[in-house]
């Protein structure tokens, strides 16, 4: 029996640096970027609209006639709340967790880390048509 010590101590050991080089790899694919906290009043109008229309960067696709839902001027903030934003989880809000996820359609357009921060901070706030 004592012979047969050592062994075991080596395939446990064995088996727990396996484990610790493996686990790491099961995490999520759902946020990778540092997002920063922002503190100060977001206003819809001023900072969140044009994530989704400047140069048609989600209306290019997210406009009436074209792919629900539609993020134009006149119809985005209706869109968005209440149906994609999540007051109690915010973090779980649709309309910042879906371009970030790597949804197909979404791969190549995600939020920079200033855009996605300015989200999560607006729906925090109770995502208001300011
Ligand atoms: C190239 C076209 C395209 C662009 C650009 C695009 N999307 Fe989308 N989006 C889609 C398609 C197609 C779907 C529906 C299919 C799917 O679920 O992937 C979708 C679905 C979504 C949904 C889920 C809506 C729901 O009701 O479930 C959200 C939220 C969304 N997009 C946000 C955005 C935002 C924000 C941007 C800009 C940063 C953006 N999209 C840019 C094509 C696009």
Redesign the pocket.
């Given at each position: 029996m004592k012979t047969k010590a050592p062994f075991q101590i080596t395939g446990f050991a064995i088996a727990v640096i396996f484990l610790l080089n493996v686990l790491p790899s099961c995490e999520y694919e759902f946020i990778e970027i540092d997002v920063p906290v922002i503190e100060d009043t977001v206003k819809f109008s001023v900072e969140i609209l044009p994530?989704?229309n400047t140069n048609n960067?989600?209306t290019?696709?997210?406009r009436a006639g074209a792919?629900?839902?539609d993020?134009t001027e006149q119809a985005a903030y209706n869109s968005i709340v209440p149906?994609?934003v999540n007051l109690a989880d915010p973090e779980s809000s649709?309309?910042y967790q879906?371009?970030l996820s790597s949804?197909?359609?979404?791969g190549f357009?995600?939020?920079t880390p200033a855009q996605a921060a300015l989200i999560l901070a607006w729906i925090k706030q109770g995502a208001p048509n300011n």
């Amino acid at each position: 029996m004592k012979t047969k010590a050592p062994f075991q101590i080596t395939g446990f050991a064995i088996a727990v640096i396996f484990l610790l080089n493996v686990l790491p790899s099961c995490e999520y694919e759902f946020i990778e970027i540092d997002v920063p906290v922002i503190e100060d009043t977001v206003k819809f109008s001023v900072e969140i609209l044009p994530i989704f229309n400047t140069n048609n960067n989600c209306t290019g696709c997210h406009r009436a006639g074209a792919t629900s839902p539609d993020f134009t001027e006149q119809a985005a903030y209706n869109s968005i709340v209440p149906l994609l934003v999540n007051l109690a989880d915010p973090e779980s809000s649709k309309i910042y967790q879906f371009p970030l996820s790597s949804s197909p359609s979404h791969g190549f357009k995600k939020y920079t880390p200033a855009q996605a921060a300015l989200i999560l901070a607006w729906i925090k706030q109770g995502a208001p048509n300011n």
